[in-house]
């Protein structure tokens, strides 16, 4: 057990992406707190914001994956086109659910307030779940600085 708990905190790839999730997460929350002036602890852990911790983590895991087994090899080719499509995910279907969500919850408050009921907040849908491309920018370029940190 121990031997595979070494080689777990040793694997340069996992550890870059995961350091690159956690600091992406922490500079979310603080640009939230500076924008809206007020700290809320599920920014730590939700989607959405800048920067996109989904394009930090997959861009730091892509580019340690070249630096550690090869940019010519299989395993990166692997690792960039997933980068690709989780980008390209997170500015494009998911940005339109967080968009839909936004005017499904706008029009349930107008009903809410004509009807006199109100939601509760776990039945309003989540709005922030996709990126803007500069919020996705921002992530990329975050996850290689990360990766090149973590060399």
């Avoid at 602890?41 to 550690?68: N, Y």
């Avoid at 989780?86 to 339109?96: C, K, N, P, Q, S």
Wanted: aromatic fraction near 8%; charged fraction near 15%.
């Amino acid at each position: 057990m121990s031997q595979w708990f070494d080689s777990l905190l040793s694997n340069k790839i996992l550890i870059t992406g995961l350091v690159a999730w956690c600091v992406s997460q922490v500079l979310k929350t603080l640009i939230y707190v500076i924008v809206n002036r007020e700290f809320r602890i599920e920014r730590l852990f939700g989607d959405g914001g800048i920067p996109s911790s989904h394009s930090a983590t997959v861009t730091a895991v892509m580019v340690m994956t070249g630096i550690v087994v090869g940019w010519d090899t299989p395993l990166f080719a692997l690792a960039f086109f997933f980068a690709v499509i989780v980008m390209h995910d997170a500015m494009g279907v998911r940005l339109e659910t967080g968009k839909q969500a936004k005017v499904i919850n706008d029009l349930t408050e107008f009903i809410e307030t004509m009807v006199g009921q109100d939601l509760t907040p776990e039945d309003k849908l989540k709005e922030l779940v996709g990126h803007t491309p500069l919020q996705v920018l921002s992530g990329f370029i975050l996850g290689i600085i990360i990766a090149l940190i973590m060399m």
